[in-house]
């Protein structure tokens, strides 16, 4: 490969800081930028970069997904210590992810589901190329219970905004 | 009939058996399904739990979504990062394209991804030219042909997945189904199982409480009547008896007393009302029990029409004998137990069997008291000689040729400390049935002889012996030792038994020769009052036979009793035996007996029983020695009568006569 898909991206991103289509303005795979943005009822509240969310407590598990082949870990803040560290209380949550797949959720069925906001895999950030840059993740293998789409379809990949409502 | 039932008992063992096996087998086999239901409802489950057409659908979208980005870019519509995104919105897919549908490999899967992967590496190095239109132009259309086969993945994984699922589904209910069924079977015969106990069970405790032969209540059954009795006002109750059963069954045989109980037991069926309660308490024994209004006055209806209809039957025997019935029958209006009512029942019931039989008997009061009193005495008989309440009379067996006292009869006397002096016809039965005569007869033997002991040798003592004595193995040693013991020689001692006894005992021969050998002499008592057989006569040998005062007493008015007294007497001297006429009361009599043949007599025209100290002044006044006879005058006999008899003579009163009549 004659040009890294890193260098590429950079480029872009330096090129196109300013573009105005929504969802790529910046470099996703940059763990220092914010990369994460939360809304209340489609008002901006606050954007996390992965370093911010690197610093939050983290929650680290080994778990099968029907998007691995074999035991995958993946590690990041627990979705109820974030959403206590935004500090807005929601009852549901609105997922928006880089591919345009939305989702809604209620905040009691992913915390008691256990969800994590993944932003690493095997020890590495997450790259957009690779469900990057943040995997909102369940811990399947300790809960049959998980195992249906009701879960599946709230593991979003590629996460970029969380609105509470 | 018990046959039928222990193989009806036997067919319903079987059957609780095989339902028993039934319910284990479906038990089994529930368990199995439900196992599979959990199974299949799992697979249900994983199969259902992800879509994976929706990831090939999306994949479609992304691909088509990265080919229209980079068209835009070429027409200035999109920027290089939004492609850049895009690409990595693909890129993704390749890790999160489904290859496997609910665990198994999908070939066209892994084949798209293949080529999605492919097709990825030929966009990447594409990119920096992407601007070319050409460069351009060939991704798009390299994109467009994964995006279309994605599409068919999406369509055919959608028919696949919704297979399985159907599968998956079919299986589920139709396991639900079975599993429906088990337990419906299961709960079903269950349910049939525990009525079969319970109908099982309530057999058996019907059948425990009947009784096979006649179908009527048992004993068992009788014996929880007293629960039943409780509460009611009039109670009466009846005991009914077989009369002869045993030589029914013996005669006729026991299908014949079995044929007999069964109609017994219809006619008890017919003749009691359904409040009315009826048992076979023993073999030929039955018990009713009437309860409520007028319970006595239906007792004795029932008894009566019982007693009619049985005597109807046909024993089917040659001398077109009847059976018959005794009953006794007791009643009360609340004041007595019914165990109590029983026993008096049960007493009349006796009664009416020793009266003959065929014989209905009513407890009444009188009966009860008469019951009662009859069993005080039976009570204190035990300890009337260890009390000393026993005392010996004598009356003496005259000849009535020389007029001179020959023998004494010793005669038993009770004085009752509270009931005073008791007849000996009334309380020597009850010791022959307590069995208390033995103990009883022992004393009298023993005072008798030591009383005699004091007499002139020439005198006899007469002591009367039971049956139940004479069954007795060690008899013959007791006469013999308490002969020894009061230095009476045998000779001098005269048993006295009944032609009854000797009927009861089947060995009397012997003992009899067992006794004579001893020298004791043997006299036949109440001759003419049993059977009166001459057999008797033949078989056994007497030294003295005794004829009833029935017989003697009737001489002067029937001239047949003086012409069967002379017949005896003839017969007497066949077999060298000595006569003597008992209840000598007229001096007629002793002639009477004279001219009839009688060597001896016995009565109150001679004496009546004296105590032993009257008897030793009788023979002291009378004289004993060699050739001097008893014959004075009146006058001088009446010296005797000053002494009173110690106690007055039970039974029916017998006029006092003069202790020995002079007939000078």
Known sequence: MAISRRTFISGCALTFLSANVGHAAVDLDDPALPVLKVMRGGAPLASFSRMDLAAMPQTAFETKTPWNDGPTSYEGPLLADFLAHVGANATQLRLLALNDYLVLADVALLVDGGAILAIKEDGDFLPTARKGPVFMMFPFDSDRRLHSQQFYSRAVWQLIEIDLQ | ?664
């Not at chain 2, 425990?208 to 014996?223: C, E, I, K, V």
Request: hydrophobic content about 45%; proline content about 4%; aromatic content about 6%.
């Open chain 2, 1 to 664: 009939m018990t046959s039928s039932g222990s193989g009806q008992s036997r067919g319903a063992r079987w059957f609780v058996a095989a339902l028993l096996a039934a319910t284990a087998a479906l038990a089994f086999l529930a368990m199995e399904t439900s196992v599979q239901t959990d199974n299949y409802h799992r697979g249900l489950l994983d199969a259902s739990s992800y879509n994976a057409t929706f990831d090939y659908a999306r994949a479609q979208l992304e691909t088509e979504r990265l080919a229209r980005s980079i068209e835009g870019y070429a027409a200035g519509r999109a920027t290089q990062a939004q492609i850049a995104t895009d690409f990595d919105i693909l890129r993704t897919r390749l890790d999160t394209l489904p290859v496997t549908i609910t665990g198994r490999p999908f070939r066209d899967a892994v084949a798209a991804r293949d080529d999605l992967s492919q097709a990825c590496d030929e966009i990447e190095a594409m990119l920096p030219t992407i601007a070319d239109p050409a460069s351009a132009g060939h991704a798009v259309a390299r994109l467009d042909e994964v995006a279309r086969s994605i599409s068919r993945l999406a369509t055919v994984a959608n028919a696949v997945q919704g297979d399985i699922v159907a599968g998956w589904r079919q299986r589920l209910s139709d396991s639900l189904a079975d599993l429906g069924l088990h337990l419906r079977l299961l709960c079903g015969i269950g349910l049939l199982l525990v009525v079969v106990l319970i109908q099982q069970k309530l057999h058996f405790r019907r059948r425990a409480l009947t009784d096979p032969l006649t179908g009527l209540p048992n004993r068992a059954s009788f014996r929880q009547w007293p629960q039943r009795a409780v509460g009611a006002n009039e109670i009466a109750v009846a005991i009914v008896d077989v009369d002869l059963f045993k030589e029914i069954n013996d005669s006729c045989g026991h299908q014949s007393g079995d044929r007999l109980l069964i109609g017994l037991g219809a006619i008890f069926r017919g003749a009691v009302g359904r409040r009315d309660k009826v048992a076979r308490i023993g073999g030929d024994e039955f018990a009713l029990m009437f309860t409520g209004r007028g319970a006595l006055e239906r007792a004795s209806e029932a008894a009566a029409l019982v007693t009619r209809r049985f005597g109807q039957q046909d024993l089917g025997l040659a001398d077109d004998r009847r059976p018959t019935l005794s009953v006794g029958i007791a009643a009360s209006n609340g004041e007595r137990q019914l165990e109590a009512l029983l026993i008096d029942a049960d007493s009349a019931m006796y009664a009416a069997k020793k009266a003959g039989g065929a014989c209905i008997v009513t407890a009444s009061e009188d009966f009860r008291r008469d019951l009662e009193f009859r069993r005080r005495l039976q009570r204190d008989i035990l300890h009337a000689s260890q009390r000393n309440e026993f005392d010996l009379a004598f009356q003496p067996i005259v000849d009535v040729g020389e007029l001179r006292a020959h023998s004494f009869e010793a005669l038993l006397r009770w004085q009752h400390p509270e009931l005073g002096r008791i007849p000996p016809d009334l309380f020597i039965p009850l010791a022959e049935e307590s069995g208390a005569i033995i103990e009883i007869g022992r004393f009298v033997l023993d005072r008798a002889l030591s009383i005699a002991a004091n007499w002139p040798a020439q005198l006899t003592v007469s002591v009367n012996v039971s049956a139940l004595q004479l069954s007795e193995k060690s008899f013959v040693r007791m006469v013999r030792e308490t002969l020894k013991r009061n230095g009476v020689p045998a000779s001098r001692l005269i048993l006295e038994i009944t032609e009854t006894a000797l009927i009861k005992n089947a060995n009397a021969g012997k003992i009899l020769d067992d006794l004579r050998r001893l020298g004791v002499g043997i006299a036949l008592d109440d001759f003419g009052t049993g059977y009166a057989s001459m057999g008797y006569l033949q078989q056994y040998r007497f030294d003295k036979i005794k004829i009833d005062k029935s017989f003697v007493s009737t001489m002067n008015e029937e001239g047949k009793s003086a012409a069967i007294v002379r017949a005896i007497c003839a017969l007497a001297k066949e077999i060298s035996a000595t006569v003597v006429a008992e209840g000598i009361e007229t001096e007629e009599l002793l002639s009477l007996v004279g001219a009839a043949g009688c060597d001896f007599g016995q009565g109150y025209l001679f004496a009546r029983p004296m105590s032993a100290l009257q008897t030793a002044l009788f023979i002291e006044k009378n004289g004993w020695g060699g050739v001097a006879t008893p014959r004075r005058p009146a006058g001088e006999m009446a010296e005797l009568t000053v002494v009173p008899e110690a106690w007055p003579m039970p039974g029916p009163a017998k006029a006092p006569g003069p202790r020995l009549k002079s007939v000078s």
